[in-house]
C-alpha cells in the first residue's frame, strides 16, 4: 500500500515536472493536445522525454506497465489457478487489486474477457483444423469490434477434466489471471456469432451472476438434460462463481466419486441417453436439486438466441433474414453510410433503436441469430450425430460462417456473394 500514494505523485508530472522543466515549450504542446481533445476526448497523450524509457506515463487511458510491488493476493504461495483447490475472500481480492490499479476501474463493471478453446492435437477431420480457425477467427472479430478480451486455449489444464469438462479449469484459472474483468464469456468452439452487432443487455443480468440459454419449466416441470445448454454462459467474476466451479467440478472426472453421478443424474432425466455424468446435465441437477441456492442467481435467458440450436437456424433462415437487414438499408441512408469499423457499435445501436427495438430472435423474426451453436457437429473430430446427412454439418458451418463475415467484411469493402462460397468476394458500391 505504500507505494499506492507514489502513484499520485508519479501522476502530477504531467502537469508540474513537464512545466518546470519544459516552460514555454511544455505550455505550447499543452495547448496543442487541448485544442485536440477537444475533438477527440478519448485521446490517450502519452508524455515521453521528462522521464526514462521504464518510467513513460499515460495521463489517460489504461496503465498496463504499473504493478505496485507490494505483496498481493499473487504472491500468496496459496493461491492456487488449479480446478482442484477452493478460493476464499475472492471479492476482496478483486476489489483490493482494482483499488491499487486504478486505471481499470472505470468501466470494469461491464468488462468482458471470452475464453474459448480446442483440442491440442491435430483434427481427424480433413477440414477439422480450417474450421475451427474460422470459428476462432468469428469470435476475435467480434470481440474487436465490441472491445472485448479474448484467450484461447488448446492445452487441458487438468488432465482428467477433458472433452466437455475442460472448460471449467479454464474458467477458474482465467477468472484469477483477469481480475480487472467483471464477466468471463465461455464460447464453445463450435458456437458462432451471427450477430456480429448485437450486444447481451448486461443491465439484465445486474442481480444475477450466470447467464446461460435455457427454460425455467424444463427443469423444474419436465425434468429434460437439454433444459439448458452449457456450451455458452456468461459467468461474473466473483466468489460465488468460485462456489459454483467448486460444486460443478464435484460431478466431473476428477471426483472419485464421477462413475456414480452418470446413473443419478439419468435417474432425475430421463430423457439423457448416455450414462456417463457431463457438465451441461451437472448444472441442471445443481438447479434443480438446490433451487434455493442457485437459481436466485442464475438468469435462463430464452428472450433471444444467446445461443440457438443450428438445425432452427440456417436454411432458408439466413436468406431470410439477409433480405430484412437489406429492407432496413433500403429504408434509411444511415445505415448505409460507410465509416470505420471502431465506430461499427453507432451503427448497430441505431438499427437496435430504429427497426429492432422490442423484438425478439427467433423463426419470423426480423432479427439474426445472436449466436448459432452446432451442437452435435463435432467439427473437429468429425463424429457428427448420425442424424445429420453427409456433409451437412459442414456445408452449414461454411454458410454460418460467410454469413457472420459479411457484417465484418462489409466495413472493409467487400462481401461474399454466396454463403456457400468464402471466395472470391465482389466489392461493395458506394451506398
Known amino acids: 500500500m505504500g507505494k499506492h500514494g507514489g502513484m499520485k505523485t508519479r501522476a502530477s508530472v504531467c502537469l508540474s515536472n513537464g512545466v518546470i522543466f519544459l516552460a514555454g515549450a511544455f505550455l505550447s504542446l499543452t495547448l496543442v493536445w487541448s ?55 475472492w471479492d476482496e481480492k478483486r476489489k483490493q487489486w482494482l483499488e491499487l490499479h486504478p486505471t481499470f476501474k472505470p468501466g470494469s463493471e461491464n468488462r468482458i474477457l471470452m475464453v474459448t478453446g480446442s483440442q491440442s492435437t491435430p483434427c481427424k477431420n480433413p477440414i477439422g483444423d480450417h474450421l475451427l480457425l474460422r470459428c476462432f477467427k468469428n469470435k476475435v472479430d467480434y470481440c474487436r469490434i465490441h472491445g472485448h478480451d479474448i484467450f484461447y486455449s488448446n492445452s487441458l489444464l487438468h488432465p482428467n477434466m477433458s472433452s466437455y469438462w475442460a472448460k471449467l479449469p479454464v474458467v477458474k484459472a482465467a477468472m484469477i489471471a483477469h481480475p480487472e474483468a467483471e464477466w468471463i464469456w465461455w464460447v464453445d468452439s463450435d458456437a458462432i456469432f451471427t450477430d456480429m452487432e448485437f450486444k447481451p443487455p448486461l443491465h ?9 440459454h435455457g427454460w425455467a419449466n424444463i427443469i423444474y416441470d419436465k425434468q429434460s438434460w ?32 464421477y462413475a456414480k453421478w452418470g446413473p443419478i443424474q439419468q435417474s432425475i432425466f430421463k430423457d439423457k441417453m448416455f450414462s456417463e455424468s457431463d457438465d451441461q446435465t451437472a448444472l441442471i441437477y445443481l438447479l434443480y436439486k438446490h433451487k434455493e441456492l442457485y437459481h436466485p442467481k442464475i438468469y435462463l435467458e430464452a428472450e433471444y438466441y444467446f445461443q440457438g440450436y443450428w438445425i432452427g437456424v440456417v436454411g432458408e433462415f439466413f436468406a ?36 429492432l427495438k422490442g423484438e425478439f430472435g427467433g423463426r419470423g423474426s ?64 458506394f451506398d
Open 320 to 355: 431470410n433474414v439477409t433480405e430484412r437487414y437489406l429492407e432496413m438499408e433500403r429504408e434509411d441512408a444511415t445505415l448505409r453510410r460507410r465509416h470505420a469499423e471502431k465506430v461499427s457499435e453507432r451503427y448497430g445501436a441505431f438499427r437496435e433503436e430504429r427497426f
Open 226 to 257: 437439454t433444459a439448458l445448454n452449457a456450451g455458452v454462459f456468461l459467468m461474473r467474476n466473483c466468489q460465488w462463481s468460485m462456489e459454483l466451479l467448486d460444486a460443478w467440478k464435484s460431478m466431473g472426472p476428477m471426483s472419485p466419486d
Open 35 to 89: 485544442y485536440f481533445s477537444l475533438f477527440s476526448p478519448s485521446l490517450n497523450f502519452i508524455l515521453t522525454g521528462l522521464l526514462s524509457d521504464n518510467d513513460t506515463i499515460k495521463c489517460s487511458g489504461l496503465d498496463m506497465q504499473f504493478d505496485p510491488p507490494d505483496p498481493g493476493f499473487y504472491d500468496d504461495p496459496d493461491l492456487s489457478y488449479s480446478i482442484e483447490n477452493s478460493i476464499t475472500g
Open 366 to 429: 426480423r432479427r439474426r441469430a445472436f449466436v448459432t451453436h452446432f451442437t452435435g457437429c463435432q467439427p473437429c473430430s468429425g463424429d457428427h450425430n448420425p442424424i445429420y446427412d453427409g456433409d451437412t454439418c459442414w456445408n452449414e458451418m461454411i454458410r454460418a460462417l460467410n454469413f457472420a463475415d459479411n457484417q465484418v467484411l462489409r466495413v472493409y469493402g467487400h462481401v461474399h456473394s454466396d454463403f456457400s462460397k468464402t471466395s472470391p468476394l465482389q466489392p461493395v458500391p
Open 204 to 212: 439484465r443480468y445486474r442481480q444475477h451472476n450466470f447467464v446461460v
